[in-house]
C-alpha cells in the first residue's frame, strides 16, 4: 500500500508476542510487500467482512417466507416513491462502504 501525500495518516501501535510477529512476517515475505502493507491489507479486509456482516438483515425463516411471498404478490408497475427513496439510500450505502 503505497503512502500518498494527499491522505491523511496514522499511526497504529500494538504490541504482540514475538511468535505472532515472526509468523505475520513469514505471511508477508511469502506474498511480497513490507509488514505494515500486509498489516493493513488484512486488517482492511477483515474490517469490510465485519461491517457487511453488520448491514445484513436477518430474518426467521417464517418472516422469510412472508416476505417472499409479499414481494411475489406485489403487482406495482411503478415503485412508490419510499420504494425509491429506499433504492436511493441502499446505493449510497454500498457505495461509502
Given at each position: ?42 486488517a482492511l479486509e ?52
Amino acid at each position: 500500500m503505497s503512502q500518498n501525500s494527499e491522505v491523511s495518516m496514522s499511526r497504529i501501535d500494538a504490541r504482540i508476542p514475538l511468535t505472532v510477529r515472526e509468523t505475520i512476517d513469514r505471511a508477508a515475505a511469502l506474498q511480497g510487500p513490507t509488514r505494515t502493507d500486509f498489516l493493513i491489507e488484512a486488517a482492511l479486509e477483515r474490517a469490510g467482512r465485519v461491517i457487511a456482516e453488520q448491514q445484513l438483515i436477518r430474518l426467521p425463516l417464517r418472516d422469510q417466507e412472508l416476505l417472499a411471498k409479499a414481494l411475489a404478490e406485489e403487482n406495482v408497475s411503478e415503485p412508490s416513491r419510499f420504494l425509491k427513496s429506499l433504492t436511493s439510500e441502499y446505493g449510497e450505502r454500498v457505495t461509502q462502504a
